[in-house]
């Protein structure tokens, strides 16, 4: 499977990342070290986890099994600072829980931690953007350390708005976006060009699928075949191959669990070939529509 760097960064990821957050201990007639088994050798090394998944104990059982064969694994983190439970900025909680989480997945190097500043009010973007304000150096500081020191390779944000990703990308803060894009949602589609990317769920939670297509007239996956003048049946891999295309975006994160999903996620993403101005092309396409 191809893989590319992350940014300007040293850090290397296959062209998919398998998320965790679904897996469990029957999927599909696989365990779910069988599900990353799979996955590993078909190419799919890296990881999307967070321990506030109700599956990450099950996840984490199955990472030790896959560990004992010897494989290698690269992690991306979902980790928050401050989270919904605090009001400011500590460095030290950062770095408590990237130490936690060094010692659960049993690694040396979180290879990308996709960083989230969460309030009380998820919308409330002022008090996100003032974190950045008022801790602009401590946060800079505080990442080129842990990089220095070797135990994490890069950082991204998930920026829960456009504006506060302009604003982290700005502050050099972080290194590129974890964050949606996908054929249903482009509001990170502007930013792709300046930085790196990791995109989140190209199917839009399986809104993207020939069934959802055929169950929902009103729905996504119906206005996107049309737009873009697509089978139904191909609506799902060309999901997946859609944010590829773009140079920037260095894997898609997605979680495939039965034979036949790894099956095609991985046929999809061997035939993602790199295209800017397609990517653009479709873009343009989907956003006309929406503006109708």
Known sequence: MERRRFGATAVELPVVTFGTMRLADDNGGLSAAEVLLRLHDAGVTAHHSSFEYDSHPVYLAALADVRRT???TEHVVKLSEPSFDASDWQASRLVARIDAELTSLATERL???????RTPDATDDDSRLAVIGDHQAEIAGTFD???RVGKIGSVSSFPYSP???TAALDAGLVDGLCTYLNFAEL????????TGFLAIRPLAAAALTARAHASDPDGP???VATALGLDPDDLAAEAHRFPLRHPAVTSVIVSPRTPAQIDATVEAAATARVDAAAFANQVA???GTQRK
Request: charged share 25%; proline share 3%; hydrophobic share 45%.
């Open 145 to 147: 350390e842990l990089r």
């Open 163 to 165: 504006g506060f990703a």
């Open 111 to 117: 290879d990308n931690v996709q960083w989230l500043v």
């Open 187 to 194: 509001d990170y589609a502007p930013l792709v060009a300046r």
């Open 285 to 287: 396409q989907l956003q």
């Open 70 to 72: 010897g494989r290698r």
């Open 221 to 223: 996956a119906r206005a």
